[in-house]
Nanobody
């Protein structure tokens, strides 16, 4: 069983960068797909990025080229480097772990508590 703790959110201006972290506990973390999702007020949860092992990851079209997902197996931690942030990136960001390499949040079994990212124009 894995437990996830997300961190790194904050308030930034458009064009700035942030790096989110997702620290996992539990040996099974190493075998899981890691993903990042986000939810803005009034909106449904949205896929952001996911990564299997050391591949380049999958990204939503809205963040492709600006966000980079990575993971450090030794530290049991996944990261989301977010560059050139836009006001529309404002949301609560959740890390998640699952066993299927999909963009569907229903395929992820474990979720972090969420970290707020606010981008002002």
């Amino acid at each position: 069983q894995a437990q996830l703790v997300g961190s790194g959110g904050g308030v930034v201006q458009a064009g700035d960068s942030l790096k989110l972290s997702c620290e996992a506990s539990g040996d099974t973390f190493k075998t899981y797909i890691l993903g990042w999702f986000r939810q803005a007020p009034g909106n449904e949860r949205e896929f952001v990025a996911s990564i299997m092992w050391t591949d380049g990851g999958k990204y939503s079209d809205s963040v492709k080229g600006r966000f980079t997902i990575s993971r450090d197996h030794a530290k049991n931690t996944a990261y989301l480097q977010m560059n050139n942030l836009k006001p529309e990136d404002t949301a609560v960001y959740y890390c998640a772990a699952g066993t299927r390499y999909t963009t569907n949040g229903d395929d992820y079994y474990y979720w972090g508590q969420g970290t707020q990212v606010t981008v002002s124009s």
